[in-house]
Each structure stands twice: as C-alpha cells, then as structure tokens.
C-alpha cells in the first residue's frame, strides 16, 4: 500500500515536474529575446542585415531555440536555423515566441518582430531525463522510508506484540496470571497496554471469584431450600389453575394420606377425598383473581379419610404471576376440635349442662333448616315461681341447687329428639321435638308440672328446709306461632307472661290475642309517659278510720289515671308499668308533692290529718332519698308526720342494709313507717322486729271472707296480736262491710280503710266525706 501510494505520488510529482520545467524553458526563451529586443529593433529600424544576422547568430548559440526570423515592416530581415538541428518538429511550429520590434525613436511604433522557433523536442527531452531522475530519487527514497519503517514495525511493535500474544496464549484461565511487559516498553503503549490488560484480567479474575463465590452460594441455598422443602412438616405444593400439581413435598403427600409416588406427572390437588372440593377451587380462582397484588388466600378444609377419619387442613395460596399458585397446607385438625369445643361450650350452660340461648337459638335454626313440609315442634318456655325470694333468703348457691334439680327433673322428663335449654337466670326453654297436637302437650305439661312441684329438702344455714318447686310456662307450636326463632320465642314468651298474670304454677298456649294485649301495653306505655306531663294523672285520698272513736285521722294517696278515651286505668296496671318502663322515680315524686300541698291545705283549714305514700322498692334509696322526702315537707312547712311512708314486703326482701338505713333515717327525722300488704309475701315474722316499722296492714285478700272463712280469722286476729304486743299499730285495708268493721274492731284493730266508708276521692271532695263518714260511723256505734 506504501509502494502504490508513492508510485501514484511520484508520478504526481513528475508531471508537475514537467509542466515547471517546460514553463522556464519559455520563460528563458522569453528573456533572451527581451535582452536582443532593443539590438534587433535597430537593425530593424536601419534594415541591417548584418545587424540582424549578428543577433540571429548570438541567439542561435542557445542550444533550446531552433531558428529566428526578423522581420522589418513586412520583409524579412534575416533567417537563420541551427545547423547542428538534425530533427525537425514541424507539429511544433504552432509554438514559435514572438516579440514586436518599436522604433528606438518612437517606442508605440512597431517597426517589425522577431520570431524565434524553439528547439521543442530538444526541450521535451531534457525535462522528461530531468522528471525521470526525480522520480527514480523519489522512489529510492519511499523504498528507504518503507523499509525503515518496517524495520521499526517489526522490532518495536510487531515482535512486542507477538511476545504478548504468545504469553496471553501460555496464561492457564482462571489462575489470573499476569504478563510481563517486553523490555524496553516499560514506558511505551505497549508497556500500558499490557499494564490494561494485566488490570482487565485482575477485574476478570474478582468478578470470576465473585462469581463462583455466588454460584456456591446459590447451590448452598438450593440444597437448603430443597431441604426445607423436602423436610417441612408444612405441606408444599405448586399446582395450576386446573389443580394439577406439578410439585409437592413428602408432609403434603403425608397430610392428604397417599405417598409420594416417584413420577408426579398427570397428579390433581382434587384426587383427595375432600368433602368440598369446590370450595378448594374457588380458593384456587379468588388467589388467581389477587394475582396483581399478591395476596395470600387462605381458608380451612376438610379431609376424609378412607377409615371415616377426619383431618381439617388449612391451604394458603398465592399466585406469584406465572400462571401457577404456590401453596402450604397446614394441619389444623388440633385447632379445629379445640374451636368446636369452645363453640360448643359456648352454646352450653356450665350449671345445666342443657344448651344456654345460643345453643338454643342454633337448635330452633337447624329444626327450621329442614324440610318445611315435615317440621313441627312445640316450644316451651318455663320460668319458675319464688326463685327470686329463694335466692335473696338462702343466697346463690341455694339457687343453684334448686336450678339443678330443675335440670334433673327436666331430663327425667324429656323424650329422645327434645332438647332442653336453660336461657338465663330461672328461665328455662324445651323444644319438644315432632308434630305433637295440643292435647298431647297439655298432658305432658302436667306431668311435668306435677313431677316438679314434689318436695324436695334443702340444706340451708338455718337447717333443712322442705320446698316444694313451682313454675309459668308458656308454648307456642311451628309453624303456627311463628316460622322463625324470634317468633317462636317472642311468642312462647307471650304465653309465660300470659299464665305467669293468670296465678303460679300454671301454663298457657300462646294465642294471637297476646299480641293485641302487647300492643295495648305498648300504646299504654306511650300514653302513661305522656299523662305525666299532660296532668291526666291525679290524686285519690281514701280516708283512713279510726275503728273505735269512727273518727278519720287521715288518708292513703292513691294515684288515679283518667285517660281521656280509654277511661279510668287501672293503678295495678299502670303502677308495674311505671316501674318497668323506668318512670315510678318521677311518679313518685309526684305523688309526694301533690300530697304534701294537700295536706298543707287540709291543716291550713284546721284538720290535724296525715297522708300516707306508697314508695316502690325501686325508688329506694336513690329515687326517693330521706333528704328529698324533708324538704317536700319544709318546702310545704309541714311537720314530718304529716306524711307516712307505705312501703311493701318487696322493700324488706331487696337489699336489706340498704333498707334499714333508709328506714332509720326517715324514723329518726320523725316519719312514720307502714308495712303494706302484709301477709303476702315471703318475709319472715322476725322482720317486724328488725326494722323501724310503726303500723302493719293486713292485707285485703285476708279482710274479704274475714266472716266466712275461718282460717282468715284466725290469721288477722293473730297478725292483730302479734302487731299489739310489738306496739305497732294495726291496719285492716278491704274493709267493705259492717261486719268486717265491727269484727276488725272487736279484735282490738286499731285503724281501717275501704269501700264501707268511702273510696278514694279527689281532694275537694274530701272534706264533705269525712263528715259524711263521722256521721254513719256514729249511726252505727249508736245502733249497737
């Protein structure tokens, strides 16, 4: 490539050499005739010929010109030719030079010229030997160069670099050997080529160590991780969208009861005895489905074994997004039975063993569940009477007792299909399984009201103590009562609440009327909390007699309700209803108020009477505080026994340190105490000496057949004599005739109330009754 681009180059280079050389052969020619001008324009100008040829000759001595020719005016001066001219070009006589001769007297007169013919060959030759000789020098010396730089190519560059390459050839790979740098180019680019090489194969070598030290880690944790999979006592499968496995260790073959065959192919997660495989698969679509996120899905399933056994396995899934799922399957059989314990015990009542009101509630679901067409059953609703006073006289654990032969008198009772519950507290429930007719069940009731009311004995902490058990029932039937549980149970309820109103230890099918006389207790409820504010609500005062002067030294305030289109209600049915619906607080306080401003008139207007007030338990102590009770009485600048307190046997039976406090303190601020209803409850006689009590008041129940029935009157003439001998005075409410008012008088009963000297009446009208009353009783104490 040298050699061809100086050959072109010398080549170049000689043509332009003898373009140069033929341009100063013109350029001499052309000064020689600049130098003969003047001396050829004189001969021109005399027409010497002598002159002329003298020129011509002088001229012709220059080797380079041919012939000259000078010519004056248009002849011919003079001619001559080189006689040593042996070649003649007459192609070249088109390149004579020329130069105009002018006068020497006038030098913008042209006298003549003078020609001259250039040797032209002559010419050629010489600058073609003269390009030649330059060209062969040229070539010379490219070939010298060439040669020089090939030299120093060979033993610089090419032999450094062929003993590089052979020590890059002898390096053993992956030794990271390094090459040693030819001497003599320590510091050359050969030198700092084999330092880049010697440092590309050190970065070569880290990153091959960094390498294997990766794939060693890689194998390390392969093997680990195929160890953890092959060893986990947590199934590990993959599977596809289908269930087909295409992966699983030795736990999951175990955990589904099949070993693990050694070709896993054409193997379906579903070859399982699951027991709801297609819950399995939408698992498998809902992991699919939470693809995009990665959620794990998971959820507990049940697996038959081939001997009937049971395992529950809890399968998580997830979809790391190559269209396969990633599982692990857990044994939570353990879990599970442990849950269905709990739920069980949950649905359990501890002191029973019967279901409580969740187990209940699932029992009456699964009945419903079946087949609607051959589904009856009876419900019923039991709760017993007295528990309360059971449990308040003998304390918790004798209600415990007496709740546990309850449970055993019930499973002594019970068929096969029944299922007991105990709801809460003394209420209990049986569903008595199968279609039954009314009649069947009212014979049933019966004997099981029969078999529970045998006595039983107790041991309690004033000794043994017989009861004899008594119970309400209600029964509602599916699906005539109801077709769901809370129908059923609302009506069943119903129906106890019916026969619990009816008297003890009775029972009642439900009937739709309960629901009407819910309704009118609803509307009741409404219309009672807005007579409270709307004034219907008023004061009756039935005077209280004294049975042996017939003199009226004072009067019980008896709440009196006028609906304005129902009427005159009832005190025993709004009285309870106040209490249940919360409102006996401010009916109480009601009470009291209009009572003291009564009595405040009654003194007012000269008559020393007082007024008694029934005070609920409820009220007691924080609804009616001794506090609030003085301060009406101030407030109406009463003394303190213008009014007396009437409280019930239920007060006595409550908290009884509670009461008692109450009680002391309104004694001993100077209120009088009366115990109302006595004889109808549950208290003990020795109550009368415990607490603060002033009066008793037999109840009317006692003072009805007082003439009649003899066992009444020996109970009130004992009360009388009990009452007397602990210097509290006596009471008899019901009196309606005046044989009950001379036989209550004769027995030494102090006081009297009823309908023989007047009924409850409005404030007003008060005054002219007691007149009306003093009178008649004079009448009749006159008339023997």
């Not at 017993?384 to 499973?411: T, W, Y």
């Not at 009477?609 to 505080?625: D, F």
């Not at 001379?742 to 009446?761: E, I, N, T, Y």
Request: net charge negative; aromatic share 6%; proline share 3%.
């Amino acid at each position: 490539m040298a050699l061809l681009v100086g050959g072109v180059s010398s080549y170049l280079i000689s043509q332009s050499l003898r373009e140069r050389e033929q341009r100063q052969a013109i350029r001499s020619l052309s000064e020689v005739l600049e130098t003969v001008q003047s001396t050829a324009s004189i001969a021109a100008f005399t027409n010497d010929n002598q002159l002329a040829d003298e020129v011509i000759q002088g001229l012709l001595r220059n080797s380079d010109i041919l012939s000259v020719t000078i010519i004056a005016g248009d002849t011919v001066l003079a001619n001559g030719i080189r006689s040593s001219a042996t070649v003649f070009a007459p192609e070249l006589m088109d390149k004579p030079l020329s130069q105009s001769l002018a006068s020497p007297f006038n030098k913008n007169e042209t006298i003549g010229k003078i020609i001259l013919q250039a040797d032209w060959p002559k010419i050629e030759a010489r600058v073609k030997q003269s390009t030649l000789d330059t060209l062969y020098l040229l070539l010379a010396e490219m070939l010298i160069v060439v040669l020089s730089v090939a030299a120093v190519m060979v033993f610089f560059v090419i032999r450094p670099i062929k003993k590089v390459s052979d020590r890059l050839h002898q390096i053993e790979p992956g030794l990271g050997s390094s090459i040693r740098v030819p001497e003599g180019h320590e510091k050359t680019e050969i030198g700092r080529l084999v330092s880049d090489i010697n440092d590309l194969t050190g970065r070569q070598m880290t990153l091959l160590e960094e390498a294997r030290a990766m794939q060693q880690q890689q194998q390390v944790a392969q093997r680990k991780y195929q160890n953890l999979f092959d060893c986990a006592a947590s199934g590990i499968f993959v599977v596809d969208r289908d269930g087909h496995l295409d992966s699983f260790n030795q736990a999951f073959a175990t955990l589904i009861w099949r070993s693990k065959p050694v070709n896993q192919e054409n193997l379906s997660l579903f070859d399982a005895a699951w027991s709801r495989s297609d819950l399995i698969r939408s698992l498998l679509v809902l992991a699919l489905e939470q693809e995009t996120i990665g959620r794990i899905v998971t959820d507990d399933f049940l697996l038959l074994g081939r001997r009937g056994e049971e395992r529950w396995l809890n399968i998580a899934v997830t979809a790391p997004g190559d269209g396969t799922l990633q599982g692990t399957m857990t044994d939570v059989t353990a879990r599970k039975r442990e849950e269905m314990h709990a739920r069980q015990l949950a649905s359990l009542d501890a002191l029973t063993g019967f279901a409580n009101r969740q187990g209940l509630l699932e029992a009456i679901g699964q009945h419903l569940a079946r087949d609607h067409a051959q589904t009856s059953f009876a419900l019923l609703m039991l709760n017993l009477d007295g528990f309360k006073q059971i449990n308040e006289s003998f304390g918790v654990p004798a209600g415990d007792e007496v709740l546990g032969i309850v449970a055993e008198r019930i499973r002594q009772f019970i068929q096969p299909g029944d299922i007991p519950a105990r709801s809460g507290g003394d209420e209990f429930v049986i569903l008595f399984d199968g279609a039954s007719p009314e009649s069947a069940v009212d014979q049933r009731l019966n004997q099981f009201l029969s078999l529970l009311q045998q006595s039983h004995a107790m041991m309690t902490l004033e000794g043994t103590r017989v009861i004899s058990l008594r119970a309400s029932a209600g029964v509602a039937f599916y699906p005539q009562d109801g077709t769901n549980v809370h129908q059923l149970l609302r009506s069943a309820e119903l129906a106890l609440m019916s026969a619990r109103t009816a008297g003890s230890h009775t029972y009642h099918f439900f009937e739709p009327s309960m629901l009407v006389a819910v309704e009118h207790r609803r509307r009741i409820e409404d219309d009672l909390k807005h007579a409270i504010g709307e004034g219907e609500l008023y004061l009756g005062f039935q005077p209280i007699i004294n049975l042996v002067t017939g003199e009226v030294v004072g009067a019980e305030a008896l709440m009196r309700w006028a609906h304005p289109t129902r009427g005159m209600v009832s005190p025993d049915v709004f009285i309870p209803l106040a209490e249940e619906i919360g409102v006996i607080g401010e009916l109480g306080l009601l009470v009291l108020e209009n009572a003291c401003q009564v009595v405040s008139q009654w003194r007012s207007a000269g008559h020393s009477l007082y007024v008694s007030v029934n005070v609920s338990a409820l009220q007691i102590p924080n609804l009616l505080t001794p506090s609030i009770v003085l301060e009406a009485l101030k407030r109406h600048g009463l003394p303190n026994d213008a009014i007396v307190i009437e409280i019930t046997e239920g007060v006595l039976m409550g908290n009884i340190g509670t009461a008692l406090e109450w009680m002391a303190e309104l004694g001993a601020a100077g209120l009088r105490i009366y115990l109302d209803d006595f004889g109808t409850g549950y208290s003990s006689l020795s109550y009368l000496k415990r607490f603060p009590l002033h009066a008793v008041k037999i109840d009317k129940s006692f003072i009805r057949d007082l003439a009649e029935d003899s066992h009444d009157k020996a109970l009130v003439n004992a009360i009388i004599t009990m009452a007397t001998s602990l210097t509290l005075d006596v009471i008899a409410e019901g009196v309606e005739t005046e044989v009950h008012f001379k036989m209550l008088r004769d027995m030494g009963c102090h006081f009297g109330q009823g309908f023989l000297f007047s009924p409850a009446v409005k404030a007003e009208l008060f005054a002219e009754t007691v007149v009306d009353i003093e009178q008649r009783l004079a009448l009749m104490n006159a008339g023997g």
